[in-house]
């Protein structure tokens, strides 16, 4: 059984960008218990084989600069002003 | 008019084509059921109004005037798209999805938004943030999901076809749940444009009717190359209906997955519905029957699990309070509101994905969960592609057990999670494959079985799911509630 602990779960939660209350940690050390548990056994049939990639190729387009209307989406956003999103001050003043 | 609630696609394009009927007549009918039934089935977010579905209508072709319902996480220009989410309550699509615009081209009548499971995520639609959807066939239970809502509104006749999407399973379990055909298509077959991702790598757009013929018209509108998807593919025919009658191939092999079959906790109403189905093809139709194990089976779901929840992290960071409607309020500072934003905008199951996701990719992990899932990743398709030497379709359950009652597995997440031990090792091999109802439990709720093809098999899963069908009277029946 894998072991999560408290303080895994709120570092995973800061890497996810998602606040957790206090209320939710022991569910969601549980359900991570559950699912990574039974993940784990994906290492018992691969071990150490090493398996071709599949052959896949990259396919392109040429960069051709197409009209959008930017308004249509910034009126999506919480905040927006002329033609940026607001955000929260992200430097000290 | 209640000929139409179950008529199928050729049957409502005749009577189009003889003016027994407007396709302003049918969207009107369609919208009237969903009033009078769907308070209660819960299997779409919106119906649009009739004037605004027929407004930019073209009158003509394959499936002009022909209503059908569009799952929650494809865009609609100026439609909303929420993922059943709050975090999307009000975004509104600028731009079609590609499956969108062929459906237009094609003259078909976008009628409204399916409920779903959140972002795609779950087996049971129950995870939708707005409403519970029920099952036609018992109103205590699931419908099954992702598309859940898709599902249940064909299934209860409401509208003749519906769009669902597939990361695991999210089409073939709902209609399977459902009694209903679904078919989730070659990954690239059909194109992502416009699909809000879950894990791209697996996503792919589906069909449910409750006809196969039905699903064949539709895919057959959707399907197209498009450059604006690097992982679309070019197939050399899209029509998948003119063939549909033809009897399969002489020395035709269907490979029957026997360690699916004999898989432990697998319902014994299935094991026998699908036994049945076998002996058809094998004795009706003389096709040869041939038992053999994928090794690999019994690895997919982990593997899956990882590789989605991995992707979805990756994928769900952009819903962050900046771009789309919902922003927490309270928050000082920016770090606080995106994780306020994305701690009320997404529901539990969705959260916990993200988490498992960052947690398989994060340093000192990937390597045991997410390098490893990619390694049996290339070992079930490696194992595909000897198979498919052998047979030319394989056969196995689509589901582990009938629809079960609407918050059964609110106390073991697993189980409901493993709803996809037979379905998504498909995805992962980026396979066709189709569920076909067979039959009925003795408490009247459908039974289905899976047919699975190589790459660009669609054609033949059709061709073979036709002769089932029209060998057996599934299709015909209906619930009785509607």
Request: net charge negative.
């Amino acid at each position: 059984m894998v072991k999560i602990t408290r303080e895994e779960v709120l570092k995973l939660a800061t890497m996810s960008r998602i606040h957790i209350h206090e209320n939710e940690i022991e569910e969601l050390i549980s359900q991570l218990k559950s699912v990574l548990s039974y993940a784990e056994r994906v290492s018992e049939i691969c071990g150490d084989v090493s398996v071709a990639s599949s052959k896949n190729s990259n396919v392109f387009r040429a960069d051709e600069v197409v009209y959008t209307d930017s308004q249509s989406i910034l009126a999506q956003a919480p905040q927006a002003e002329d033609n940026y999103f607001v955000v929260l001050p992200i430097l000290d003043k | 008019m209640s000929m139409f609630a179950f008529a199928s696609i050729d049957d409502l394009k005749n009577k189009l084509a003889k003016k027994e009927v407007t396709p302003q007549e049918l969207v009107q009918y369609y919208a009237q059921r969903f009033a009078k039934y769907d308070d209660s089935l819960g299997s779409a977010l919106e119906i649009f109004d009739t004037n605004s579905v027929l407004k930019d209508a073209i009158n003509s072709g394959p499936l002009a005037g022909i209503p059908g319902l569009i799952k929650d996480n494809i865009c609609q220009d100026g439609r909303r798209a929420s993922c059943a989410s709050k975090i999307l309550e009000n975004y509104i699509a600028t731009y079609d999805a590609t499956v969108v615009k062929n459906l237009k081209n094609a003259g078909a009548l976008l009628m409204g938004r399916a409920n779903m499971d959140e972002f795609a995520m779950g087996s049971s639609n129950e995870h939708s943030a707005y409403k519970k959807c029920r099952n036609p066939w018992n109103d205590q239970c699931v419908p099954g999901g992702s598309s859940g809502g898709s599902a249940a509104a064909v299934a209860a006749g409401l509208v003749p076809w519906a769009l669902g999407s597939e990361t695991g399973g999210s089409v073939r379990l709902p209609a399977a749940f459902c009694g209903i055909v679904g078919i989730k298509p070659t990954y690239g077959l059909v194109s992502r444009y416009g699909l809000i991702a879950y894990a791209s790598s697996l996503d792919q757009v589906g069909v449910l009717t409750r006809g196969v013929k039905d699903n064949a018209h539709v895919l057959s509108a959707i399907a197209s190359h498009d450059p604006k998807d690097s992982t679309s593919i070019a197939s050399q025919d899209y029509d998948y209906v003119k063939n549909i009658n033809m009897s399969l191939p002489k020395e035709f092999t269907i490979g029957v997955v026997a360690n699916a079959l004999n898989a432990e906790g697998l319902d014994l109403q299935v094991k026998h519905a699908v036994e049945q189905a076998i002996k058809f093809y094998g004795e009706d139709l003389k096709i040869n029957i041939k038992y053999l194990d994928l090794k690999t089976l019994d690895y997919s779901a982990a593997a899956y699990f990882i590789i989605s929840r991995a992707e979805a992290a990756s994928n769900l960071a952009r819903f962050d309070g900046v771009r789309y409607g919902l922003r927490s309020k309270q928050a000082q500072n920016l770090y606080d509101m995106y994780a306020d934003t994305r701690h009320d905008g997404f529901g539990d199951e969705v959260r916990l994905r993200i988490m498992v996701g960052n947690y398989v990719l994060s340093e000192g992990h990937a390597g045991q969960y997410y390098h490893n899932a990619q390694k049996v990743q290339r070992m079930i398709r490696q194992e595909i592609i000897d198979t498919f030497t052998k047979v030319d379709l394989l056969i196995t359950p689509s589901q582990a057990m009938p629809a079960f009652k609407i918050g059964a597995f609110d106390q073991d997440k697993l189980q409901m999670d493993l709803q996809d031990y037979f379905t998504c090792f498909v995805n992962l091999a980026g396979l066709p494959a189709i569920s076909v109802p067979c039959g009925f439990t003795k408490d009247g709720l459908p039974l289905a079985f899976q047919l699975v093809g190589p790459h660009l098999s669609e054609a033949v899963l059709y061709r073979a799911a036709y002769q089932y069908e029209q060998a057996h009277d599934w299709h015909k029946k209906q619930p009785s509630n509607f």
